[in-house]
């Protein structure tokens, strides 16, 4: 099981983060395995996420 940091959800969420493509290139990587996260990580990356 791999835990995520927020700072890995927010990147990979926003396609204009610096750190977008190794977010997504590590998530792909480990597509099979099985990701978990913590309500404070998921709130921190509702918040950071850009609203349309």
Do not use: C, K, Y
Not at 17 to 39: G, K, M, P, V, Y
């Amino acid at each position: 099981m791999i835990a995520l940091d927020a700072s890995v959800l927010i990147a990979w969420s926003d396609a204009g983060d610096a750190s977008h493509q190794r977010a997504f290139d590590l998530i792909e990587a480990h597509e099979w395995d099985e990701f978990a996260t913590n309500a404070v990580v998921v709130s921190r990356v509702r918040q950071s996420t850009p609203r349309s």
